[in-house]
């Protein structure tokens, strides 16, 4: 996997890669938007910067497998086994951690055990139903895009259902080439835009967001004992008048 963040953060300051990028940071801007909370984490897949707003959060850290210069606190780690605590997240943001992981359920499992009550898990992954899941299954790439692995959405929106997350976004962006090339950008653009309109499904990535839900917890106490605690005395002065008789 590091090996493929390393890949990755060239692509990403490709033209091609800031574009993409671009993309991605309105998306989850729109999906942090009127949230509060205080603890986020990034799971980064090699771009080392915040897709957040680091000021707008307490404490907004960035996790990543290589070391790197990130503008705010970051730290290195495993998708599959977070190193924080159980319930201790507001908010999770996977930036193509699922395409790059060797198990991706494991990945939202571990989503699932790290957020409180309510936490928001905002997953980006490359759609396999696209223009860019189609060169993928052509490429001859040893590492980076390419590679990674193009995971449908619906199968993850299933992972999150069955993890208790209430499914609030499931969305299609990115209509773009999956080509680099100045020339052939230029001259597809136009397919993008009918892509948009005819075939909203194929965006090159796709953007899922949940609402972790905890079942309901069956309060402790019996509420038919409360009212013989609360009144004691007349419940005493009823027992020794019965006794009495």
Known sequence: MAVQESALHDWYNTPMGARLIEVERQLVARALAGRFGTHLVQLDSGY????FEPRLYGCGLLMTQLDNRAPCPSVRGDAEALPFEPESLDALIMHHTLDQCDNPYQAVREAAQTL??????VIVGFNPYSTWGLRALFSRARAGLWRSRFISSNR???WMQLLNFELERSEKHGFMSPFSRPAWLSKLRFLGRLQKS???VTGSVYLLVGCKQVPGRINGRARWRAKPILESGLAGRTIRKQHEQ
């Open 48 to 51: 080392h910067k915040p897709l």
């Open 116 to 121: 409180r009550p309510g936490g928001i898990l």
């Open 156 to 158: 993850v929106s299933d």
């Open 198 to 200: 005819l075939l909203p």
